[in-house]
Each structure stands twice: as structure tokens, then as C-alpha cells.
């Protein structure tokens, strides 16, 4: 493996293990506090141990999350110190703001997870609250950076120099907004699918159906709302894409000619070198209105782009394809389930509704992997889009191929550790929770 | 505005060192008990590190934040000659941070247990000494950016005696600060005088090993005395340090807890202080032409007013908080009764 592709590979792996600590540390403190509020305000003890179960996979997943962050924050310059040199300074605003997020968070979460019983109660609850508030707050300003990697600003670039720096211009850049928008539901929609589903599983099996069915409804509200939101947010996406980043939406969508009324690709398999997608649906003019709000309009195609300015088209095209069909199926099941709130709610215990949450726990997270790929891999060959390629940020150091396989190692088996914790954790809640008088003052 | 972001490395490093070392400590000293004693010292440290190791660990992103957004150059520069260490160091953190907690938040209590210790007292040893490594090849004048050999440019940079040296010096300190520290926590007075034991001697093995550092820095030919002893700041620092070690043991023989604490705390200080002195501004000393310095090698000053701004606005939210959360957790000790719990149920 050469050198620069295990780099992108290393990091590519870094960061995607890490997405997914990040959005169950997002979001998951909000679903205790739910809890968390039902105790205090309703004395319903199954509230109360929920609250703590969760807890304690919550304190796993933040572990993990933190460690991997750390990696991250040194790998930035491990791998790509040409870029870091330049961007730092520019890009830096909303990861310092972000240290501050992280710390408060840090702080909050040792009161919330060792202040049971130590603290007043409504202390307690509101240092779960801190604890959810600034990791949103910190998922929303590190896509700052991202964002600012896909739209540069707060800085003049001439003849390779970065002249007259602004930080905080940097930091508001082009598509913050919808880049951050965006991660936040899908956080949401990721994090709720996936633990609605996994209680879903254990209502199916009969376990403690008390215990898992509210944990289900708290889980299921938030991931559902978010998930009909996201389509939205989607292709509010979609039409700042087109506006900032032609080449990108031209990767992600196949679109190989520019056309005025252009057809919307669904599915097929893009043939780089003939410049065609075999096997495709295609609607005509709907991406025309996809991208620029109306029928007619011309969109660029990977023609109007430099050779060698060319994204990948294949990984970017497929990954979209997979977040939209799952973003699609997300939202229909929340739809349905919306549906049965409303008016049918006995089909809220019934199996197949169970069934449907169950096939849906990778599904989020699926989408946010996807999501990335068609964020990044369309931003190629880019670092910082039109300003510095990626090939020319990366460290000198050779033998990263070996970096990489020893973090794909690591990351491998703390994965398997975690969903074998999970699993544990998981099983001894009837143990825990369901006599009481074997448990005493736990 | 510089001094500021200049003033706020330093905390971050100094903190680390104090709050982040007493915690590699505590994994340490596992490391070096005899097992008859291993479980009374894991549960003594393990109640007293939970719920604040996150926040120790803080300090080391700040810093880390603060190199690439205010010291561009000089992040980048020892990412690239130092980035065999680093790497080492971060699978310490990963190892470390993710034992730690899996082993407190595993429901089921069985051989798995083991198995995390194992590996958090040993993650606690490599990652001081990679830190301690790294410290010293900034120092040490190896690391050469222009070297086109990998053996230059990637491995000599940090691979000779004075980093293996002050690795060394590392882990004891860290082991140093974790006894003392310890001794407030016990409670009953067997594990006190088990701690104070310790504490004895810990101090004499981290005496040695700053013996060591001086040896190995003479065989690599740095002027490390001179450094340290040329001015009156540095000199007396180290005169400072060793008085106050009578003044540690006195307090401990006399039973107090926080007043060695404090000393414990003062002797890392003066040390930090009679480095850094004549170093400053210098961070990296580079093999040929300029040293990297915090004054020259800086960002932009926009960047680091906002840098700076940031920094203080952070502080007004961070340090009440970090206070009360210190605090609010000196005297505990109830969550250890949890962990027993499921165990028992389990049986
Ligand atoms: C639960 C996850 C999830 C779901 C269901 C969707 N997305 Fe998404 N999408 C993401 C999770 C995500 C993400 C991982 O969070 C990304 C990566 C970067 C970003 O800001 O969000 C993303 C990026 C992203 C981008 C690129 C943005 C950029 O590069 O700036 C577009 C155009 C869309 N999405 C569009 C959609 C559409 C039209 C969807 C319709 C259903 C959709 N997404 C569902
Ligand atoms: C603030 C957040 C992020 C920053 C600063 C960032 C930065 C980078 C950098 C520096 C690279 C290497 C250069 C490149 O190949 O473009 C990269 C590549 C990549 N990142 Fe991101 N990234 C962020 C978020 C994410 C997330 C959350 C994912 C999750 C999956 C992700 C997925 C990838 C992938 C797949 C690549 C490889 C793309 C390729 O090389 O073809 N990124 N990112
Ligand atoms: C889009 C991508 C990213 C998102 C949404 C995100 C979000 C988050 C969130 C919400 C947390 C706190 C939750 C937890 O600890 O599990 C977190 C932790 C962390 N992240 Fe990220 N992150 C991203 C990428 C990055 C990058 C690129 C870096 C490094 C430069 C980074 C550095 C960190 C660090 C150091 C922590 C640990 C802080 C702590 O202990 O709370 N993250 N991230």
C-alpha cells in the first residue's frame, strides 16, 4: 500500500470510528435526561434504572469517544502537517472553542456519572443536561472545520501565501450551516434508530418489557422526529453543494455531462472511463430541480472540470445512493410510527412494528458513514477545496501503510470489546433491575 | 495577546503534568505492588481518579490545540521528526483511557477483570515515558527537519540516552506524585502507612532517575547543568525543590494529607520552572539553524488574538467549574459499593 493512500485510509478509519462515539455522546445524554426528568417528576422507579443502565453504556461509549478524539487531534498533524501548518491558524477558532465544549462536558460528565445520591436531584439531572448541551456544541464546531475545508474563507490566498488571516470569518463560512444542520439530526436519527431498535429486540424477547418499552418510546420519539427532518436538511444540502462544490455534486449524483433539465440518477454503476452509469434509472430534469429549485436549469457536469480536478465518481456516487434509500426507509418508518402514536396505538407493541426498528438499528449509522464518504471523497483531490491537494499536505514519513494496519488493529478490537461490554450490560439488566430485593441499595 | 496564549500553554502543560501524572501514577503504582496489596491500592486509586481522569486529560488536547493554532510550525515540525513516539503515546492514551473504564463499567466482574488491569497499569508506564521522551527531544537538539534518511529524520530525533532518561524520570515522578497523593485517600491507617511507605520510597527512586537524566545527558553531550544551574531562577528552583522534600516528609510522618499534597505539587513546579527558564521562548531545539521559538514561530496575530480571547472566555466556564467538581469529590467513597454489588449478585 503506498504511502499517501494509507494515509487517507488511516485517517478515513480514525475518523469514522469516531463519528460514531461522537454522535452517541451527542445525543444520548439528552435520552437520559428524558428519563432522568420522568424519575424526579413521576417517582416511576423503572425511570430510574433506565436512566442508570443507560449510564453506564453512555460512560463506555464516552471513554472511547475521548481517546479517540485525542488521536485524532495529533493525527491531524501526523498525517497531514503540510495542511495543519497552514490551516491551523485559520481553521483553529472552532476547535479551541471546541476545547472548551469538550472540557465542560468532561467535567459535567464526572458529576453526572458519579453523583448519584450526592448531589440535590435536580443538580444532578442538570449536570446531564451540560453534559448533552456542550458535546452538541462540540459535534457543531468541529464540522465548523470540516465545512471550512469545503468552502474557504477568512483569508486571501496569493501566490501561496495565506494572507490576511480572519479566524472568525473562518469559522462562519459557506456551509457550516448546512453541514452542521445536518450532522446534528443525523446524530440524532443514527443514535435513536439504534438504541430504539436494540430495545425494540429485547420487547420481541420478552425481556423485561416494562424496562425496554420506555426506553424504546424515549429513543424512538427523538431518532423518528429526526428522521423526517433529514431529507430536508438533505436537500437543503444538496442545493449548497451545487452552488459551492459543482465538482462534487457532478461525483456524487454521476452526473457526467452538463445539461440543461438534467435526469436524476438512481442506482446504476458509474463507468469512469466511458463517462456513463450502466444500469440506471433516470428521472429527466430531476435533478435539474434537485439542485437549483427548477426543471430547466443547466447543471454542471464533471466535463466543465479540470481532468485533474476530478473527484472520484464511483465511491461517491454509491455512498449517496445508500444514505438517501436509507434516509428514505428511516423516515417512512418514522412516518408509520407517527401513525400509530396518532392513531393506532396498539401497533405499537405489535411485532412487526418491533420488527421494522429491529432491521433498523445500523441503518443511521450506516447513513452517516455514507455521508461522510460523499463529503470527502467528493472533496478530492482536494485537502482545502481549490487551494491545496491532498497529495501535497501529507507527511513525508514514509511506512504510514504500517501506522495504518496497527490502527485498524486497535480499532478492530476495541470495537469487538465494546459490543461485547454492550452485550454484558445489556444481560444483566433483569439481574440489576428487575428484584429488587436482591439488589438492595444498587 | 501572545502572552496570554503563551501563559495558557504552559498552564496546560503544568496542569497536565501535575493532574494527568498523578493519574498515570495511580496505574503505576499497580504496576509495582506486590499482589497482596494490589486490590486495597486499585481501590483506593480507582475511587479516587473515576470521576475526574477525563477532565486530567484535558489539559493535554488545550495544549495540543494551542501548538496547532497558535505555533503552527512548531506543531508541524514535531509531527513530522517525533511521529514514531507520538504514535506510541497515543496507543498508551487509547490502551489506558478505554481499560479504565471498561474495567469499572464492565457489568459482569470475571477474568476479564485481569486482563484491563494488566493493561491499564501498563499503559500507564509506556505512556509518561513516551511523554517524557518526546519532552526531551525537544530539548535535546536532535531533531533535524532538513534530514533526508529515515534513520535522521524519524528515529535519532528521539532515540538516544537523554530521552530514554527523562522517560525514565517521567514515570517515576509520575509514580512520586500518585503516593502522595494517595495518602489523603486511604482510609483506614494500615493503607496509610502502606502509602507513606511508598511515597518513601518513590522519592528515591525518582532522585535517581534525575540523577540518571543529568548522567545521560552528559554522555550525549548537552549542556544540560549549565542550563539548569547557569542562572540564579533555575538554580535556586532546584534548591527549592530539594528543601521542600524535608518539609514533605515531615508533614507526612505528621500525618497531614493536603500539605504534601502541595509540596508534592511545588516540587514538580520547580522543576518545570528550572527547565523551562533559560528555554524560554525556545520550544524545539532544532540540530542546525534556529531553534523554533514561541515568540517567533507564532501564528498570525489575528489568529492569536481569537486564540487568545477564546482561551480566557473558556477559563471563566472551565475553572469554577473544575474547581467545584475537585471539591466536590475530595472525601467519597460509595461508588466502589456498586461494582461489589453486581458481582455479588452475580454469585
Ligand atoms: C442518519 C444519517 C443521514 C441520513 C438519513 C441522510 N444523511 Fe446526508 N449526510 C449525513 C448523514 C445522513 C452526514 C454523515 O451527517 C453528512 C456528511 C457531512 C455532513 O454534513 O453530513 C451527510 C452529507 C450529505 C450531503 C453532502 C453535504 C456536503 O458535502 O456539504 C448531502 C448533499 C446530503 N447529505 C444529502 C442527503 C439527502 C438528500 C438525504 C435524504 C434522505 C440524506 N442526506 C440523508
Ligand atoms: C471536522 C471533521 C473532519 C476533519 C477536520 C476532516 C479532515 C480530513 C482530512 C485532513 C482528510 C485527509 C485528506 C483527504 O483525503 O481529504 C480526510 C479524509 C477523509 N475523511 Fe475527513 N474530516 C472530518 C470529518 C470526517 C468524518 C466525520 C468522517 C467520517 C466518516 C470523514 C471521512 C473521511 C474519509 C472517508 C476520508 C478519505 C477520503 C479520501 O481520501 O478519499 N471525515 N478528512
Ligand atoms: C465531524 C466530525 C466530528 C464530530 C461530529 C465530533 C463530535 C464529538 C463529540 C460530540 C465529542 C464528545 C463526545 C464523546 O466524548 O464521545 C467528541 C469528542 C472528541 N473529539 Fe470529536 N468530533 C468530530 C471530529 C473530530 C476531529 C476531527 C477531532 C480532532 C481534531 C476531534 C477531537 C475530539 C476530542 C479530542 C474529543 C474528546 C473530548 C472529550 O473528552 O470529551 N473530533 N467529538
Known amino acids: ?121 435536580w443538580f444532578h439531572w442538570f449536570t446531564g443536561v451540560v453534559v448533552g448541551v456542550s458535546g452538541l456544541a462540540s459535534g457543531i464546531l468541529v464540522v465548523a472545520a470540516n465545512a471550512w475545508m469545503n468552502s474557504p474563507s477568512g483569508f486571501d490566498y496569493v501566490n501561496g501565501q495565506y494572507l490576511n488571516v480572519d479566524p472568525v470569518r473562518a469559522m462562519f463560512n459557506d456551509a457550516w450551516l448546512s453541514q452542521a444542520l445536518h450532522m446534528t439530526l443525523a446524530a440524532f ?99 435539474s430541480f434537485l439542485a437549483h429549485g427548477n426543471f430547466e436549469q443547466e447543471v454542471t457536469g464533471l466535463d466543465r472540470i479540470p ?71 467528493g472533496r478530492q483531490p482536494w485537502i482545502l477545496y481549490g487551494i491545496m491537494r491532498t497529495r501535497d499536505a501529507v507527511t513525508p514519513m514514509p511506512g504510514i501503510a504500517y501506522s495504518f494496519y496497527l490502527f485498524t488493529a486497535v480499532y478492530l478490537s476495541l470495537s469487538l470489546v465494546v459490543i461485547f461490554l454492550l452485550y454484558r450490560q445489556i444481560k444483566m439488566v433483569p439481574e440489576l433491575y428487575d428484584r429488587p430485593a436482591l439488589v438492595g441499595a444498587a | 495577546m501572545q502572552y496570554v496564549v503563551i501563559i495558557y500553554l504552559c498552564l496546560a502543560i503544568w496542569l497536565y503534568l501535575l493532574l494527568g501524572g498523578a493519574d498515570f501514577g495511580a496505574g503505576i503504582m499497580e504496576l509495582f505492588t506486590r499482589s497482596k496489596n494490589r486490590s486495597a491500592a486499585r481501590q483506593t486509586m480507582s475511587h479516587a481518579i473515576g470521576p475526574i481522569w477525563e477532565a486530567n486529560h484535558m489539559w493535554l488536547i488545550i495544549a495540543v490545540v494551542i501548538l496547532f493554532v497558535g505555533f503552527p510550525r512548531i506543531y508541524g515540525v514535531m509531527s513530522v521528526s517525533l511521529h514514531i513516539p507520538l504514535v506510541v503515546m497515543l496507543l498508551g492514551i487509547i490502551a489506558r483511557g478505554t481499560a479504565f473504564v471498561f474495567r469499572h463499567y464492565d457489568a459482569v466482574k470475571d477474568r476479564m477483570q485481569m486482563l484491563y488491569n494488566r493493561i491499564f497499569a501498563l499503559s500507564s508506564a509506556v505512556t509518561p515515558f513516551f511523554l517524557g521522551v518526546i519532552a526531551a527531544s525537544v530539548l535535546a537538539g536532535y531533531v533535524n527537519p532538513a534530514a533526508t534518511d529515515f534513520l535522521t529524520a524519524y528515529v535519532w530525533s528521539w532515540l538516544h540516552w537523554f530521552a530514554v532518561a527523562v522517560g525514565a524520570f517521567t514515570v517515576a515522578l509520575c509514580g512520586f506524585l500518585a503516593s502522595v497523593y494517595s495518602i489523603g ?42 542550563w539548569i544551574f547557569g542562572n540564579w531562577v533555575g538554580s535556586s528552583a532546584v534548591g527549592l525543590a530539594t528543601l521542600s522534600l524535608g518539609g514533605l516528609f515531615y508533614a507526612v510522618s505528621r500525618g497531614h494529607t493536603v500539605l504534601p499534597r502541595l509540596l508534592a505539587g511545588f516540587q514538580v513546579t520547580m522543576i518545570l520552572l528550572a527547565i523551562g527558564y533559560r528555554h524560554f521562548p525556545d520550544f524545539v531545539v532544532l540540530r542546525h539553524g534556529s531553534n523554533l521559538s514561541l515568540l517567533r514561530d507564532q501564528a498570525p496575530a489575528a489568529t492569536m488574538q481569537a ?41
Open chain 2, 185 to 226: 485517600e486511604t482510609h483506614n491507617e494500615a493503607d496509610k502507612r502502606y502509602f507513606i511507605r511508598k511515597t518513601r520510597t518513590m522519592t528515591i527512586i525518582t532522585f535517581l532517575a534525575g540523577a540518571l537524566v543529568f548522567v545521560a545527558a552528559g554522555f550525549e553531550g548537552i549542556p544540560l547543568g549549565p
Open chain 1, 189 to 287: 436519527a443514527a443514535t435513536g434508530f439504534a438504541v430504539a431498535g436494540v430495545h425494540a429486540l429485547m420487547v420481541l424477547k420478552r425481556r423485561n418489557i416494562h424496562f425496554h418499552f420506555r426506553a424504546f418510546q424515549i429513543a424512538a420519539v427523538f431518532g423518528t422526529v429526526a428522521a423526517v427532518l433529514q431529507p430536508l436538511s438533505g436537500d437543503f444540502s444538496a442545493k449548497d453543494v451545487a452552488r459551492r462544490q459543482p465538482a462534487k455534486l457532478a461525483a456524487m449524483e454521476a452526473h457526467f455531462h452538463t445539461e440543461k433539465s438534467a435526469a436524476l440518477v438512481l442506482g446504476g454503476l458509474p463507468n469512469e472511463k466511458e463517462q456513463r452509469v450502466d444500469y440506471a434509472i433516470k428521472i429527466p430534469g430531476a435533478l
Open chain 2, 307 to 347: 486564540l487568545g480571547w477564546a482561551l480566557l472566555l473558556g477559563s471563566i466556564f472551565i475553572l469554577p467549574a473544575l474547581y467545584y467538581l475537585y471539591y466536590s469529590f475530595q472525601h467519597e467513597a460509595e461508588e466502589v459499593a456498586e461494582g461489589t454489588t453486581i458481582a455479588a449478585v452475580r454469585k
Open chain 1, 307 to 377: 481532468v485533474a480536478d476530478r473527484p472520484p465518481v464511483t465511491v461517491p456516487h454509491l455512498a449517496f445512493q445508500l444514505m438517501v434509500g436509507l434516509g428514505m426507509f428511516m423516515m417512512g418508518l418514522a412516518l408509520l410510527y407517527f401513525w400509530a402514536l396518532w392513531r393506532r396505538p396498539h401497533w405499537l407493541r405489535a411485532d412487526w412494528l418491533l420488527k421494522l426498528f429491529v432491521a433498523a438499528i445500523p441503518a443511521g449509522f450506516i447513513a452517516v458513514e455514507a455521508g461522510w464518504t460523499v463529503t470527502e471523497v
Open chain 1, 1 to 121: 500500500m503506498d504511502d499517501f493512500l494509507a494515509a487517507r485510509s488511516q485517517m478515513a478509519l480514525s475518523l469514522g470510528f469516531h463519528i460514531i462515539f461522537s454522535c452517541i455522546g451527542m445525543v444520548m445524554p439528552f435520552f437520559m435526561a428524558v428519563a432522568h426528568y420522568k424519575w424526579l417528576r413521576g417517582g416511576d422507579e423503572t425511570y430510574r434504572n433506565l436512566t442508570k443502565a443507560w449510564s453506564k453504556g453512555v460512560a463506555i461509549f464516552f471513554a472511547v469517544g475521548a481517546v479517540s478524539g485525542t488521536v485524532l487531534s495529533f493525527e491531524l498533524g501526523l498525517l497531514w502537517p503540510k495542511f495543519m501548518e497552514h490551516a491551523g491558524p485559520i481553521f483553529g477558532m472552532p476547535f479551541s472553542l471546541e476545547g472548551t465544549a469538550f472540557f465542560i462536558e468532561a467535567i459535567a460528565l464526572g458529576f453526572f456519572l458519579y453523583g448519584w445520591g450526592r448531589f440535590h436531584p
